[in-house]
């Protein structure tokens, strides 16, 4: 069976019995394989965490989030604009703990997606999911990062690839930029704010 853009086809097919009345994070889960290896950077309070549990039934889930207070960015949900200071994120943190601690499935990691990727062997994720900081240098080391921690054939998706107008779109062109340095630029699909990489 030919394997290659596998993910597109199910995008339009999804797309043709849905129409464009699901949101585009829901659409993008659909097309996710059930039982998974997976992982969520960024995770915030969690609200999409649970729509990758319900929708996709992962084996394994794993939540990366250092729920760190960053002042360095304050129109950020986690620098000022949201939680106001650390311990705000600590009691986002522990709202997170408590929401999934009865899930054997889901783990959580506190701390940087830098550090805690390298926890993981190489080739160990079936995808991963970025919504972590939108700044161009952290997509582009979390998409770096995750190349050698995703299978041949998997995916590195994430969210907001049209945010940041004011900024110069540093998801956009973090992402382009990522593709063209490792020529998968015929891999890449956008869906909605969605971006979908497949290896």
Known sequence: MNTDNLIPRAINKIKRILGLQTDSRTLFLKTMPHSSLCAEIGVWKGDFSTQIKTVTAPKKLHLIDPWEFQSEFPDRMYG????????????????????????????????KSEKVLQEFEDAYFDWVYIDGN???????????????????????????YKWGEKEGFPVKRAVQDFVKENTLEENLQILGSQFIIQL
């Not at 949201?82 to 600590?90: C, E, F, G």
């Not at 522990?94 to 506190?110: A, L, S």
């Open 134 to 160: 939108h700044y161009y240098e952290y997509v582009l080391k979390d998409l770096r990062l995750c190349l050698s921690k995703v299978k041949p054939g998997g995916i590195i998706a994430g969210d907001d």
């Open 80 to 111: 000022g604009d949201v939680a106001k200071n650390q311990l705000d994120m600590d009691n986002i943190y522990e709202g997170v703990r408590k929401r999934f601690e009865n899930n054997p499935n889901i783990f959580i990691h506190r701390g």
